[in-house]
């Protein structure tokens, strides 16, 4: 296909001349650039939730090098970056790259809408975003820091203003508070476009699992940040006007009686994994669809098993609500309430392995293409297993009392939810960089950051499963003056933080590529991969209004034959899909 | 790229695999319920680390085998049989898991707490303390208000009431071998975990509320404990440690703890 000839640009970034285009862009109400919007302050947050993370593996192992600019940090220091790393990157990367950022700007293209539903309430959506991240930044720069309780805040730590927990705990709140509403703006577009906003001939059943995933997402999202946003205006009374939801009577900070009774810490955590549950779906979701439909598109088979994987990401939203109390198997819950939580924990693995089989499923007979996205999606599916395969050990009671706290979690939680995550991301972005600006990123720089980021993160989290083995418990400052039979865990430790600088190292390669690819990669065309959703029908970028006419629809979302040639039927072409 | 890809699934699933089984991770067990958790996990972790190396392995083939198109298959986009087929075998090996792994302990809780020792634990920023009844078997009571570590008085202990006058605080945790010692929790301040790595268990020590830990230790020594639940600045070096004596040990200790506290509080 030829350029339309008032795109030079292909990314039309550089296009805008002038202040007033500028700012009309920044404000624009299409998803798009929203999207990119979404995608640029994810990209912010990743780094500054990366160098958070670097302080702290170096805090581990050499708690008392002196750092340029922070010179010696003490043990509180790492708990802020501890609480600031794990915020960040939850809310602001897992939260919105995938969903806030990749949904926006997709979902409409991939379903033949020329808009979101509702355009303004998504602009106000960004913002608000925006200015929630700007206020949590600010928590470190206030007097006392930045919150030392962690991302999950147990109450009554979080709920009593103390040195480590003063106004950077307040800042917390409010941002999240924010955040929720931005969240639950946002969700709302997610839910209403896909049921209203469909071309002709876009059954529900046609539609990419991509958008199934946008859309479950979505109804998680605006129910589970609704109970945060809840919690945290209960957290702030609290601390400020003399309510009791979690702070019983009778406690004894620093040596001063704390006037405050009734409440109940338990019911924070409640309030909390509430939210906090749904939200590793919410992270983990449109990676499986973003997944599925590249491991189709470059396996050119259809995804296996089209609907189990429908109705298994329909199965884990549904579940997913159901389960957040197994990380409370040793809060002192009532014990019946264990058993619940883990059987509905190990019944929420059993969609999780249907999406595995089904994965490899897709791969299974295909022509495979390793393209950069490709590999991060294999990559992806490797670190789903490496991470799912320890959750029903862990959703086992018993072997929960040993392993709760250590870094056996932190191990399971990362490999699924930030590496598979992070890798659907990546493939995401390498996947639909040529739609959004119209050139492709360099295959050669995405091997190399593919390679160097797959073995990087294995050697970051696999020894922490054994780490947690050896009952070493998570979010310790340092090892020097904890406990003796940790000492000789110490080189472990030091080969983390090696593994972990290499990693995050390697990250400037995509970076270098994702920023010289804008204008100096190779210029992508409409379709340059060959696949059947409906983006790739439109110019690269599209443009306004995403289709000169609107498409319709004539089969489903992956229509490949890899024996025929052409191997792939698009949706939006009538003719026969077997010759 | 394909062969790399599949030599580093295959490299890293392997090594793995090596690395669990490289030395026994876990600290020596001191209990029988340690051994009986050993059991447990070592099945779940065979059964759970076989899909894993099956999934990874069967990932590494596919990418090598697929590389070049020349084994298409026209066929199946879903086959209905092996999807239902990797549901029931996931939902029986999952739902085994948890039924031996204790998802329905609650029903067969231990009731054998009437002969047990009963010593309450209280979690502090950053320490914990030990509180034995005394010679009266009854727990005193305690006013928050009386708090005071400099004094003495680290739990609060209100010494008008006789009760509380001859109960016993400690800072190590002693007890005698091979008898069931009920462990009542307590926290001053924010919520604690009391982790006995040994024994492979732990519970939350919540303010304003009461959790229990059962123990029954075999070994005699010394054992270790950590907290577990993040509770500040100095939650890395919040430890302390168990004693385990024999009978008779325990004896001599306990009489002449009550008998010291017994004289404190004449």
């Not at chain 1, 360099?442 to 950051?449: A, C, D, P």
């Not at chain 1, 593994?499 to 100096?520: G, K, P, V």
């Not at chain 2, 010679?135 to 005071?148: H, N, Q, T, V």
């Not at chain 2, 400099?150 to 010494?159: A, Q, T």
Request: net charge neutral; with cysteine.
């Amino acid at each position: 296909m030829k350029e339309p000839s008032s795109h030079h640009d292909p990314s039309g970034l550089t296009a805008a001349r002038g202040s007033d285009r500028v700012v009309g862009r920044l404000f624009s109400h299409d998803h798009k650039i929203i999207g990119i919007e979404y995608l640029a302050l994810s990209l912010i947050a990743v780094a500054a939730g990366m160098a958070l993370s670097l302080l702290m593996r170096i805090h581990i192992v050499w708690p008392l090098a002196k750092l340029p600019i922070l010179g010696q940090t003490l043990p509180e220091d790492y708990l802020a970056w501890v609480t600031m790393h794990g915020t960040i990157m939850v809310f602001f990367v897992l939260t919105t790259a995938p969903q806030s950022a990749l949904g926006n700007y997709l979902l409409p293209l991939q379903i033949g809408a020329r808009e979101m539903a509702f355009p303004w309430l998504n602009l106000a959506g960004f913002w608000t975003t925006a200015l929630s991240f700007l206020v949590m930044m600010a928590a470190f720069f206030v007097p006392g820091g930045a919150p030392i309780s962690g991302w999950s805040q147990y109450t009554p730590m979080s709920a009593i203003p103390a040195p480590g927990d003063a106004l950077g705990m307040d800042l917390w709140i409010v941002s999240i508070g924010i955040f929720c509403i931005a969240s639950v703006m946002g969700s709302i577009n997610f839910i209403v476009t896909p049921l209203r906003s469909r071309a002709r001939g876009m059954s529900l059943m046609r539609m990419p699992l991509t958008v199934w995933s946008w859309m479950v997402t979505a109804v998680l999202t605006a129910l589970s940040f609704s109970v945060l946003f809840g919690a945290a205006i209960m957290l702030l009374c609290d601390r400020h006007f003399g309510t009791n939801f979690f702070v019983p009577g009778g406690l004894v900070l620093s040596g001063k009686l704390i006037d405050h009774h009734g409440g109940s810490p338990l019911l924070w955590q409640h309030l909390f994994w509430f939210f906090g549950h749904p939200e590793v779906y919410i992270a983990i979701l449109p990676g499986m669809g973003t997944v599925s439909t590249i491991l189709s598109t470059f396996s050119r088979r259809p995804v296996f098993g089209y609907r189990a994987m429908v109705y298994a990401t329909v199965a884990i939203g549904f579940l997913g609500f159901l389960v957040w109390g197994h990380h409370m198997f040793v809060s002192g819950m009532n014990i019946y309430a264990v058993d619940a939580f883990s059987a509905v924990t190990l019944v929420i693995a059993v969609p999780s392995s249907v999406k595995t089989v089904n994965w490899l499923g897709t791969m299974w007979g295909g022509r495979l293409r390793l393209t950069t996205p490709m590999l991060f999606a294999i990559g992806f599916v490797s670190f789903f297993i490496s991470g799912g395969v320890t959750g029903p050990l862990l959703a086992e009671p018993e072997l929960n009392q040993y392993l709760h706290g250590t870094y056996f979690v932190v191990s399971h939680f990362h490999l699924i939810m930030a590496m598979a995550s992070g890798f659907g991301i990546f493939a995401a972005t390498y996947y639909w960089f040529p739609k959004m600006f119209g050139r492709m990123m360099n295959e050669t720089l995405g091997r190399i950051h593919f390679v160097i980021t797959f073995l990087g993160a294995y050697a970051i989290f696999l020894p922490m499963y054994v780490l947690g083995l050896a009952a070493h418990p998570r979010r310790y400052a340092q090892l020097f003056g904890s406990a003796d039979y940790l000492q000789p865990l110490l080189p472990i430790q030091k080969f983390i933080t090696i593994a972990a600088f290499i990693t995050a190292a390697a990250q400037l390669i995509f970076l270098w590529n994702f920023f010289w690819s804008l204008r100096h990669g190779k210029t992508a065309g409409e379709n340059p991969w060959q696949a059947t959703t409906l983006e790739w029908s439109t110019a690269s970028p599209p443009v306004p209004g995403n289709f000169l006419e609107l498409p319709v629809i004539y089969r489903g979302a992956y229509e490949f034959a890899p024996a025929n040639d052409p191997d792939f039927h698009p949706q939006w072409l009538a003719e026969e899909a077997e010759k | 790229m394909a062969l790399l890809l599949a030599v580093l699934i295959l490299l890293i699933a392997l090594g793995t695999v090596a690395m669990f089984l490289l030395r026994h991770w876990m600290p020596a067990v001191a209990s029988g319920s340690a051994l009986a958790f050993d059991h447990q996990f070592h099945v779940s972790l065979w059964w759970m680390g076989g899909a894993f190396l099956l999934s990874q392995l069967l990932l590494a083939l596919i990418v090598w085998r697929f590389r070049n198109g020349k084994r298409l298959r026209r066929g199946a986009v879903a086959i209905p049989f092996l999807e239902l087929g990797a549901m029931v075998a996931a939902t029986a090996l999952y739902l085994w898991m948890g039924a031996t792994g204790g998802m329905f302990a609650s029903t067969s809780a231990p009731a054998e707490s009437a002969s047990a020792l009963h010593i309450e634990v209280t979690g502090v920023q950053f320490a914990w303390y030990f509180r034995y009844a005394g010679a009266d078997g009854k727990f005193g009571s305690i006013r928050p208000e009386l708090i005071d570590a400099s004094v003495g008085n680290p739990l609060g202990l209100d010494r008008r009431d006789p009760a509380a006058r001859d109960d016993v605080v400690s800072s190590q945790l002693v007890i005698p071998a091979n008898r069931p010692v009920e462990l009542t929790l307590h926290s001053q301040d924010v919520v604690h975990s009391f982790y006995i790595p040994q024994m492979r268990t732990q519970m939350n020590a919540v303010p304003g509320m009461t959790t229990h830990l059962l123990l029954n230790v075999s070994r005699i020594g010394t054992i270790e404990v950590d907290c577990t639940q993040l509770c500040g600045l100095g939650h890395y070096r919040m430890k302390a440690v168990v004693r385990v004596l024999s009978p008779q040990d325990f004896a001599a200790w306990k009489n002449t703890e009550f008998a010291h506290a017994a004289a404190k509080a004449e």
